[in-house]
C-alpha cells in the first residue's frame, strides 16, 4: 500500500528564515502529489499540485515544492517565512488520477517572530 | 463561493447511539469525501460519493454509512458511537474525481463519552 511520511512532527523557524518541509512516498509508480496547509480554525487548503513535467512547482505564498523521482521525495520550501505562514502542512499523494488522497501525518510550523 | 460547509462544529455522543454529521457545498461539485482526522494521524479517507455512487474504503466498510440526498448534501451516519469514533471528520469536494482541487470543510470535532 502507498504511503506518505513526513519526518518533522513540529518545525519551529524565527521570522524572515528559510523553511524546507520534508515528504517521502512509498510507491512504485510516480503519484500525483500536492502539499496541504490547515491554518489555525480553518480547512485543509491546498498548496501546491505536482502532475508531471517541471520537478519545481510554485504555490501560493511564495511555496515551492521539488519533485525528486529517484528520492521518492517532495520537499516543500519557502524561502522567507511570515509569522502567518504558522500552521500545519500536510503532504499528500493520488495515484491513477484519481483524488482519493494519502496524507502524511502533518508538520506544525511555528514562526517566531 | 469555494465553501464545503460542516456542521455542527462540535459535537459530543454516548457510547452505543447513533451519530449523524452533515456536509453541504454550494459548488455544484459532483464528488463529496469525508475523512477521519485523529491526533498524531494522518486524515484517513473513509468513503466518497461520485455522484450518487457511493464508495467505501475497504477497512472502514462496516464502521460507516453514508447519504447523499442531493447534489449538495452529505451525511456521515455512525449507528452506534464507540470511544474509537472520537477524531475530527473532515468532509471535502471536488469537481470530477481526477485531477481537480479538493476543497475541504473546517471540520467536525466529535467526542464519544
Known amino acids: 500500500a502507498q504511503s506518505v511520511t513526513q519526518p518533522d512532527a513540529r518545525v519551529t523557524v524565527s521570522e524572515g528564515a528559510s523553511l524546507q518541509l520534508r515528504c517521502k512516498y512509498s510507491y512504485s509508480a510516480t503519484p500525483y502529489l500536492f502539499w496541504y496547509v490547515q491554518y489555525p480554525r480553518q480547512g485543509l487548503q491546498l498548496l501546491l499540485k505536482y502532475y508531471s513535467g517541471d520537478p519545481v512547482v510554485q504555490g501560493v505564498n511564495g511555496f515551492e515544492a521539488e519533485f525528486s523521482k529517484s528520492n521518492s521525495s517532495f520537499h516543500l520550501r519557502k524561502a522567507s517565512v511570515h509569522w502567518s505562514d504558522s500552521a500545519v502542512y500536510f503532504c499528500?499523494?493520488?495515484?491513477?488520477?484519481?483524488?482519493?488522497?494519502?496524507f502524511g501525518i502533518g508538520t506544525r510550523v511555528l514562526v517566531r517572530p | 463561493d469555494t465553501t464545503v460547509k460542516q456542521n455542527p462544529r462540535y459535537k459530543l455522543a454516548r457510547v452505543g447511539k447513533p451519530v449523524n454529521l452533515i456536509c453541504s457545498q454550494t459548488?455544484?461539485?459532483?464528488?463529496m469525501y469525508w475523512y477521519q482526522k485523529k491526533p498524531n494521524q494522518a486524515p484517513k479517507l473513509l468513503l466518497f460519493y461520485y455522484d450518487k455512487i457511493l464508495n467505501r474504503e475497504a477497512d472502514t466498510f462496516e464502521k460507516f454509512q453514508s447519504s447523499r440526498p442531493n447534489n449538495s448534501f452529505c451525511s456521515l451516519y455512525i449507528g452506534s458511537a464507540g470511544l474509537e469514533y472520537s477524531a475530527m471528520y473532515l468532509c471535502?469536494?471536488?469537481?470530477?474525481?481526477?485531477?481537480?482541487?479538493?476543497?475541504f470543510g473546517k471540520g467536525t470535532r466529535l467526542t464519544v463519552v
Open positions: 499528500a499523494v493520488s495515484y491513477s488520477a484519481g483524488n482519493k488522497l494519502t
Open positions: 471535502a469536494s471536488s469537481r470530477g474525481r481526477a485531477n481537480t482541487e479538493v476543497f
Open positions: 459548488m455544484n461539485h459532483d464528488t
